[in-house]
């Protein structure tokens, strides 16, 4: 089990669009296991590969209370989508930040598991805002894309000044 880091905003690399996971093999079981372990210790709710700098359609999530409920999501797709909500969101990879972002309430989602089988579930309320985050995270857009220029560039300002600050 190993901690990885997870890159900040602005990083160009969070701008990679995430390739397919075609290998179900022993180096994609210790990445999820390492994800896990990273999501838990940040801690957050979600972490996509995008975030630990590993290009493949590959997320992981816990969004249950006792954070005893682990769910991995490979080449996973938005079949349907509906309804609105707009909920405060929070990025690992924006440290910090919180901002209200309109995602659709509930979807139904296609996936494979780390041994490659594929199946569909329905999601709503936060589990449902969380896979649209972590999926957006796949395709090289992150949170505050959502937001105004100002806001966003505030936010980009504020994470840079810290960033230097740290190497200093
Ligand atoms: O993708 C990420 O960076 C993880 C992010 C996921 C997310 C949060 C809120 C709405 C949508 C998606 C986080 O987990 S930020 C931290 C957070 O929200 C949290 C952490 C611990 C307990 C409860 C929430
Ligand atoms: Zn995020």
Redesign the pocket.
Request: proline content about 4%; glycine content about 12%.
């Given at each position: 089990m190993a901690l990885l880091n997870i890159l900040h905003f602005p990083d160009p690399r969070l701008r990679t669009v995430a390739k397919p996971v075609s290998e179900f093999d022993e180096n994609l079981k210790q990445l999820v296991s390492d994800m896990f372990e990273t999501?838990y210790e940040?801690?957050?709710?979600?972490?996509?590969a995008t975030?630990v700098d590993r290009h493949i359609r590959l997320l992981v999530m816990d969004v249950s209370e006792t954070r005893n409920q682990p769910r991995c999501l490979i080449n996973p797709v938005i079949l349907s989508a509906e309804g609105e909500e707009e909920?405060?969101?929070?990025?690992?990879?924006?440290p910090g930040f919180y901002e209200k972002v309109r995602r659709a309430d509930r979807i139904r989602v296609s996936t494979q598991d780390v041994d490659g089988v594929s199946s569909e579930f329905e999601a709503e309320g936060?589990e449902a805002?969380?896979i649209q985050?972590?999926m957006d995270?796949l395709d090289g857009k992150l949170?505050v894309d959502y937001l105004s220029n100002l806001k966003r560039n505030r936010i980009r300002s504020k994470l840079v000044k810290q960033q230097k600050q740290k190497s200093s």
């Open positions: 999501m940040a801690p957050g709710i979600g972490l996509a975030q909920m405060d969101e929070g990025c690992l990879s924006v936060i805002v969380c985050h972590e995270h949170f």
